[in-house]
Structure formats: C-alpha cells, structure tokens
C-alpha cells in the first residue's frame, strides 16, 4: 500500500485520496484504513520509506573514493526533484513546507550523515566546520530551490563549493 500510495503521490501530489491508493494497490479502502488510521499516518508511512532509502543509499554509496558528501547531496536532489508530489503530500500532511525526518528515521539519518562528514573531513575533502545540522539546513534549502523550480543543480554546485572553500585556509 506505501509503494501504491508513493506512487500515485508522485503522480499527483496531495489531491490523491485514499480510495484510490487502495485501487492501486489492489485492496479495498477497509483494508487501508485497517493499517493506516488517516491519510496523514499513510503519508508519513510514505515519507519514512523514502527517508529510508537516503539512508540505504547513503551507506552503500557515501564511502569510498570522492566525496560522499556530494553523492549524497546529488541523490537527494534527483529524489527531490523526481518525487515533488510527495513532498508536497508530506508538506501537506505536517501543515508546513521542509519537513524533516522523524523518529528513527532521523537517527538514522543523522548517524550516517554524520559518518559521511567525519570521512569527508578525514580525507580532507570537506571544512572542519561542517556539521549534521548544517547538512539538514543545506536540503532544506536545496529542497526549496527545488520546490520552486529554480536551477537546483546550480544552487547545489555553489553550496558544494562552499563546503570546500575553507580547505584552502585550513592547510
């Protein structure tokens, strides 16, 4: 039902309701009422799925040669930018525009990311200023340019470059 409702968000941002994520996901709308009490918990439920897959991706792809930082902040705005109807379903849903992960999501979240910045900086690849929360402020705004329709790769070459630029003082 996540996936069905992932979807059809995708597709058509918040005006999706919930009999028709049990169309698509081949049940009735009892079912989906059994599992998620509203159409908010079903939006959240969506939300921790792709939370989950940053956090996925972060692991299996942030380490290593390069700069994993970049990687990550490359995949989140693809995912951003390919999947607008869901963020404005989540934005929808939570009542404000940026949302943040929650709950385990974000410890998730936080303890990779903040892996991805230690090995970063280890390989002197990113200032030594730069924290986790500068990480969600930095996607929180990439996920503004994005909701605007503004050159998101653009704002995302300058903020990486940013994240680089004291390296040259550091040394």
């Known amino acids: 039902m ?3 409702a992932r979807t059809l968000f995708a597709e058509r941002g918040d005006e999706v309701q919930m009999p028709e994520i049990a169309r698509a996901a081949g049940v009735g709308v009892g079912t989906v009422y059994r599992h998620f009490p509203d159409r908010q918990a079903l939006v ?5 799925r792709r939370f989950a897959e940053i956090e996925e ?3 299996a792809n942030c380490f290593g040669e ?3 930082l970049e990687r990550y902040f ?7 930018s390919s999947d607008r109807g869901l963020t404005a379903a989540i934005d929808s849903a939570r009542g ?3 949302s943040e992960p929650r709950g385990a999501a974000r410890e998730g979240l936080e ?5 991805v910045i230690t090995h970063d900086q280890a390989a002197g690849l990113l200032r030594s200023d730069c924290t986790v929360a500068d ?3 930095l996607v929180g705004a990439l996920s503004g340019v994005i909701r605007t329709g503004s050159d998101w790769v653009r704002f995302l070459d300058l903020t990486l470059s940013a994240l680089r630029d004291q390296l040259s003082t550091e040394h």
């Not at 959240?44 to 921790?48: G, I, L, R």
Request: hydrophobic share 45%; no cysteine.
């Open 2 to 4: 996540v996936e069905a």
């Open 96 to 98: 404000r525009p940026g």
């Open 44 to 48: 959240e439920a969506a939300a921790e």
């Open 74 to 80: 490359r995949y989140v705005g693809e995912l951003l």
């Open 135 to 137: 990480v969600y402020l």
């Open 111 to 115: 303890t990779v990311v903040a892996e």
């Open 57 to 59: 991706y972060a692991r």
């Open 66 to 68: 390069g700069s994993g």
